[in-house]
Nanobody, 125 residues
């Protein structure tokens, strides 16, 4: 089992950068695909980015490609999301999640077993 705790959210202005982090506890962190999802007010939760077990492969939603970077540190059991050139439409609660899904399913919310409580990101215009 894996417990996930996000941190690093906050209020920023459009164009700013922000880094959110997820700390994992429990066994076998390095065997999980890790991902970030987000849920904006009044909207469904959506995929943002995912990273494979060894950090060599990653996937991004089209809306964040080129602006966001996901990374992981298996020695520290952490996964980060660096967010650059933030836009007001990036405002959401950001959730960290863990899965054993194959790469073609990394974007599928139902494939993720473990979730954090979320961290709020607000981007003002």
């Amino acid at each position: 089992q894996v417990q996930l705790v996000e941190s690093g959210g906050g209020l920023v202005q459009a164009g700013d950068s922000l880094r959110v982090s997820c700390a994992a506890s429990g066994s076998n962190f390095r065997t999980y695909v890790m991902a970030w999802f987000r849920q904006a007010p009044g909207k469904e939760r959506e995929f943002v980015a995912a990273i494979g077990w060894n950090g060599s492969t990653s996937e991004y939603a089209d809306s964040v490609k080129g602006r966001f970077t996901i990374s992981r540190n298996n020695a520290k059991n952490t996964v980060d999301l660096q967010m650059n050139t933030l836009k007001p439409e990036d405002t959401a609660i950001y959730y960290c999640a863990a899965s054993k899904a194959v790469r073609s399913a990394w974007h599928v919310e139902s494939m993720y077993y473990y979730w954090g409580q979320g961290t709020q990101v607000i981007v003002s215009s």
